[in-house]
T-cell receptor, first 113, second 115 residues
């Protein structure tokens, strides 16, 4: 079964605006990862945030993690048309030795020029 | 650095036929994963290899799906016989770390349509 659930399912914005996507999960985690998938392509890893971290940055990306609320958010600042893609959060359960990733259904982001 | 390679990119078969997918992971990556991604959903793990051994196949429908990773490098995933509900994108991924502490690198996927 899938672990993370992204919200919203779809998001449409103009270039230059910020995009915020949220992810909620149900179990205790070791880490949470965000991936991007362009149409017809494989997934690309964006950021990994560990359970003892609260915030991470990578370029125009900012990820927060609130383990008390079992939620994470991905912020893309100054969005570009090239950011149009599906964004997935994936979790690794705490104590997992195999490190299985549980993906949500994703948020489809459309950035209009 | 070359990425994860998969072939074919597309495959159309009729139900009850068999099909095989091939994956070549990033050189040096000991862990290899096969995922199934149904349209509108996130990827679901089918099987995980550590070198040439299976470490997790709990979600693999073993009555029809099989996978192998000979010599701990390339891998093949086979479906026999295929059902309509097997229509999906099959993604291969590899990672340096099999414990979920590192990122996974994904191939472009094979889009399977079962008619």
């Amino acid at each position: 079964s899938q672990q993370g659930e992204e919200d919203p399912q779809a998001l449409s914005i103009q270039e230059g605006e910020n995009a915020t996507m949220n992810c909620s999960y149900k179990t205790s985690i070791n880490n949470l990862q965000w991936y991007r998938q362009n149409s017809g392509r494989g997934l690309v890893h964006l950021i990994l945030i560990r359970s003892n971290e609260r915030e991470k940055h990578s370029g125009r990306l900012r990820v927060t993690l609130d383990t008390s609320k079992k939620s994470s958010s991905l912020l893309i600042t100054a969005s570009r048309a090239a950011d149009t893609a599906s964004y997935f959060c994936a979790t690794v359960d705490r104590g997992s030795t195999l490190g299985r990733l549980y993906f949500g259904r994703g948020t489809q982001l459309t950035v209009w020029p | 650095e070359a990425g994860v390679a998969q072939s074919p990119r597309y495959k159309i078969i009729e139900k009850r036929q068999s099909v095989a997918f091939w994956c070549n992971p990033i050189s040096g990556h000991a862990t290899l994963y096969w995922y199934q991604q149904i349209l509108g959903q996130g990827p679901k793990l089918l099987i995980q290899f550590q070198n040439n051994g299976v470490v997790d196949d709990s979600q693999l429908p073993k009555d029809r799906f099989s996978a192998e990773r000979l010599k701990g490098v390339d891998s093949t995933l086979k479906i026999q016989p295929a059902k309509l509900e097997d229509s999906a994108v099959y993604l291969c991924a590899s990672s340096l770390d099999g414990g979920g502490r590192a990122e996974q690198f994904f191939g472009p996927g094979t889009r399977l349509t079962v008619l």
